[in-house]
C-alpha cells in the first residue's frame, strides 16, 4: 500500500519536500508508519514527540 504523507513547516525542512510517499504492507498502523518515517528519514527523529 502506498501513504502519502503531507509534510508542514519544521519537517518540511529537513527532508526538503512537502510530500512523500510510503510504501507500507497492510495493515499498516500508525505507529509502523512513524517507525517507517523515522527510519527513512532520521533527522526528523528530534520530532518524535511532536508527530
Given at each position: 500500500m502506498k501513504i502519502e504523507v503531507l509534510l508542514f513547516a519544521s519537517l518540511k525542512e529537513k527532508i526538503?519536500?512537502?510530500?512523500?510517499?510510503?510504501?507500507?504492507?497492510?495493515?499498516?498502523?500508525?505507529q509502523r508508519l512513524l517507525d517507517i518515517l523515522f527510519l527513512q528519514f532520521p533527522a526528523i527523529n528530534p520530532f518524535t514527540k511532536s508527530i
Open positions: 526538503g519536500k512537502s510530500k512523500i510517499e510510503i510504501e507500507a504492507n497492510e495493515p499498516c498502523t500508525v
